[in-house]
């Protein structure tokens, strides 16, 4: 979430005690003396809001406001002036300030509309990044949603991956995309322009197995829940593989394959032949900042399938998704945001009913969550992460029965 503010005041002792308040709320205090100071901060790409006063020497308040629209209309400016003047208020707004503010201000006016004017740039920047994604980026870019550090380890891996031409395994949560992933696996392989055939393991016979790989030819064949395959058949993919098919072989599991190796129920032989190269997709429990990126896309995307205007998705809203644990992973949120398209959407009124106390916790554990496994399951490393005394953080795991073990890859 964005915290920066950039103020702007020619009053040292006006900025330095806006700038105490502003760090008092955990926001980061930017502060310039004038607008040629504050200037090289204006930005489209300026993760943050501005507050400004009007009366300035030289270069006042409304012309920060006008350079700002030129440069990102997008922009929030929250102005302050020191005279009460209602005109001015008017013509402020009319000239697309983001809020107005009387000096002096109490914290308790000035934070909720500084607030409200991060939540919207948050989701401007948001919404400007999914574009530039879809619009410009390689398939893993395009197909591969969030702006996590998670996600973009899911995205460079996949790169890495796909030009090698050789088998992949794709594991992942139930819901969590295996098969879209193993798309874009294939889509930035040499063989891309070759077909992408996708066929479920289970019940599949050695005979069919082999006319699957002749469908692939000169392209990729996905195996879905390749654990699902029956002994007889494994044995035979095994031949088949080494005796290189002319297919790439990619094959997906939503269990532990290498647990059920161990446990003599599953192809030891034909598992270390899939697992060449690993792709582990991580759940929305461990990456609970891409909901917010994966929900519009979908409400989007269920918008456009119904023939209907895109609602509205309030921060609110937003909170109240990622307040939940959503086992299911993107398929469900998927659904979700087609009931929200069609005005059922029930998941967000059942975490709404919730007290704020267990919407915060909600919102906690699956913070604690994504940082452990963005630090592969490493407690100590995490709790340094997080800023957080050691014992504060042991004793936040033990209250959510959170277990750093099972973080780890």
């Known amino acids: ?91 402020a707004m009319g000239e697309g300030a983001f809020g107005f503010l009387e000096k002096p201000c109490a914290a308790v006016d000035l934070l909720p509309v500084l607030e409200r004017a991060l939540k919207t740039r948050g989701l401007v920047l948001e919404n400007r990044t999914l574009k530039q994604q879809l619009e410009t980026g390689d398939p893993a870019a395009r197909m591969l949603f969030g702006t996590s550090p998670q996600s973009e380890e899911l995205r460079q891996k996949v790169r ?28 930035m392989s040499p063989t891309g322009q070759g077909p992408f055939v996708k066929r479920p393991a289970a019940g599949t016979n050695a005979t069919e197995f082999a006319q699957f790989c ?23 993919a095994l031949e088949l593989i080494e005796q290189g098919p002319n297919t790439r072989i990619i094959a997906g599991t939503t269990v532990d394959l290498a647990d059920l190796v161990r446990r003599g129920m599953f192809n030891a032989d034909l598992f270390y032949r899939l697992d060449v190269m690993r792709v582990r997709i991580p ?31 309030t921060p609110e809203h937003l909170a109240a998704l990622m307040a939940q644990d959503w086992p299911g992973n993107a398929r469900s949120l998927m659904s979700a945001a087609m009931r929200f398209v069609l005005g059922m959407p029930e998941d967000v009124a059942e975490a709404s009913e919730m007290g704020l106390a267990e919407q915060l916790a909600r919102v906690e554990r699956s913070l604690l969550i994504a940082a452990l496994g963005r630090q592969n399951g490493k407690a100590s490393d995490t709790a340094k992460a997080l800023k957080l005394p050691r014992k504060t953080f042991y004793d936040k795991l033990a209250r959510y029965g959170i277990r750093p073990e099972d973080y780890r890859r």
């Open 214 to 236: 002749t469908d692939a030819v000169g392209g990729s064949l996905f195996i879905d829940e390749v654990s699902a395959l029956p002994e007889a058949t494994q044995y035979a």
């Open 283 to 313: 759940a929305l429990a461990e990456r609970p900042e891409d909901i917010p990126v994966i929900f519009r896309h979908y409400v989007a995307q269920a918008a456009e399938q119904a023939g209907i205007e895109m609602p509205e998705v």
């Open 1 to 91: 979430m964005i915290r920066k503010i950039l103020v702007v005041d020619d009053d040292v002792a006006v900025r330095e005690a806006l700038a105490q308040t502003l760090e008092l709320a955990d926001l980061d205090a930017i502060t310039a003396g004038s607008f040629v100071g504050a200037k090289d901060h204006i930005t489209p790409e300026f993760d943050g809001v501005i507050l400004s006063d009007i009366r300035m020497p030289g270069r006042d308040g409304f012309h920060l406001l006008n350079y700002t629209k030129d440069v990102d209309e997008e922009l929030p400016v929250i102005l302050l002036t020191g005279e009460g003047d209602i005109p001015m208020a008017v013509q």
């Open 160 to 187: 890495r991956f796909a030009p090698t031409g050789a088998e992949v395994l794709v594991t992942g949560a139930p819901g969590s995309g295996i098969s879209k992933v193993a798309e874009v696996i294939h889509l």
